[in-house]
């Protein structure tokens, strides 16, 4: 295809965000205690979808989550810790009660898998 043609494409980040998706999903139901409903290629603000923490079979806490790729070129510091640059949307939405549902971060590393 000509690339002077201006069209939406995939890009190299796509497949980052839904490889760390799949991974997030896999470690995350591996108990069947949780469940996942994680949107590939979302656009929706904010979340990458929502984690639900099950009591038998019934849904017990459902956890807001937003997941990001570990960057490939991230160093630990001399006490193991990890620091990179992360966008805060997520936070904000607790800070500004944007949903009184539970958040966390999930940062993937998929250059482990």
């Known amino acids: 295809m000509n ?10 980040n796509a497949f980052k965000e839904s490889k760390a998706a799949s991974i997030a999903r896999l470690h995350l139901e591996k108990n069947n205690k949780i469940k996942t409903h994680f949107m590939e290629m979302d656009k929706t603000p904010n979340f990458d979808g929502k984690a639900m923490i099950l009591e038998g079979e ?12 570990l960057p490939s070129n991230i160093t630990k510091s001399a006490t193991g810790e990890l620091a990179f640059s992360c966008d805060t949307k997520a936070m904000n939405c607790v ?11 999930l940062v993937v590393d998929t250059n482990k898998f």
Do not use: H, M, S, W
Not at 3 to 12: E, P, R, T
Not at 58 to 67: D, G, K, L, N, W
Not at 95 to 105: D, G
């Open 3 to 12: 690339a002077q043609i201006n069209l939406g494409k995939i890009d190299k």
């Open 95 to 105: 800070l500004k009660n944007v949903t009184f549902n539970p958040v966390v971060l």
């Open 58 to 69: 019934f849904e017990r806490i459902t956890v807001e989550v937003q997941i990001k790729t």
